[in-house]
């Protein structure tokens, strides 16, 4: 009876240790429990390619003179985030944090026809910074007997903080009437920031053991804001980027 006893504690060990992919068992005179819970530190920046239609209703014209469509950020992204194995190669994973994110738009150039002068060609330009608290979940799934792991998920964001600055940019040759080749412009016109949006992403990412208990994930991703970054008018943003986290198990 005490053999049978010895022989199903070293199965159930031997299922639990690889759960994770961790091999962190000093000897088999030392046997060690690999954890299913893990909970550490969670960073992320990417490049995003902003999309939509932002018109802009200058002072004193009936109608928009220009419309955002284009435009290019830097996402920064910091937090916590846990993971859950909930079978020996499947976790469930959840995160929280903070974004901050810098969006430029351009909108397409103007020419402007003066008397007795040269068409005075400008362009108008938007720059965008908001904060974002986050919260996802993610079900992550490990890749064979590999150290990758994919992962599917969904973020969401609760703006905090949004700042635009518009201004107006002669290309070329000339001055405004004022002697300068910026003018600053009010951003009224403009729709306000969202106060909530949600994106979709995957990603892939790699584990590697570090010191007992202890991993490092480096990680791509990709995501697309699935609701607009704008409470009045279309603007998507589709975001590549690198991740990284430290994790421990508990």
């Not at 790699?206 to 490092?216: A, I, N, Q, V």
Request: aromatic fraction near 8%; glycine fraction near 10%.
């Amino acid at each position: 009876m005490r053999t049978w006893a010895i022989l199903v504690v070293m199965l159930s060990l031997c299922c639990e240790l690889p759960a994770q992919g961790f091999d962190w068992q000093p000897s088999p005179r030392r046997p060690y429990q690999a954890p299913t819970s893990f909970i550490g530190l969670d960073a992320a920046i990417g490049l995003a390619g902003h999309s939509g239609n932002l018109p802009y209703l200058e002072a004193d014209i009936a109608n928009p003179c220009c419309s955002y469509e284009r435009g290019s950020g830097v996402p920064i992204r910091f937090g916590l985030a846990a993971e859950f194995w909930v079978a020996p190669t499947r976790a469930v994973g959840l995160e929280v944090g903070l974004l901050t994110h810098s969006v430029a738009f351009t909108a397409p150039e103007q020419s402007l026809v003066r008397a007795g002068k040269d068409p005075l060609v400008t362009r108008y330009e938007l720059s965008v910074a908001t904060s974002h608290m986050t919260i996802g979940a993610s079900l992550r799934q490990r890749l064979g007997s590999s150290m990758f792991i994919a992962a599917a998920g969904l973020r969401g964001g609760v703006l905090l903080s949004a700042a635009m600055t518009n201004r107006e940019v002669i290309v070329g040759a000339g001055t405004f009437a004022s002697g300068t080749t910026v003018e600053d412009l009010p951003a009224t016109g403009i729709a306000d920031a969202s106060g909530v949006y949600f994106e979709p992403y995957v990603s892939l990412g790699y584990d590697l053991p570090l010191s007992t208990g202890y991993y490092l994930q480096p990680s791509v991703m990709i995501g697309y804001t699935a609701s607009s970054l704008s409470s009045l008018h279309p603007w998507h943003a589709t975001t590549v980027g690198l991740g990284l986290r430290v994790m421990k198990g508990r």
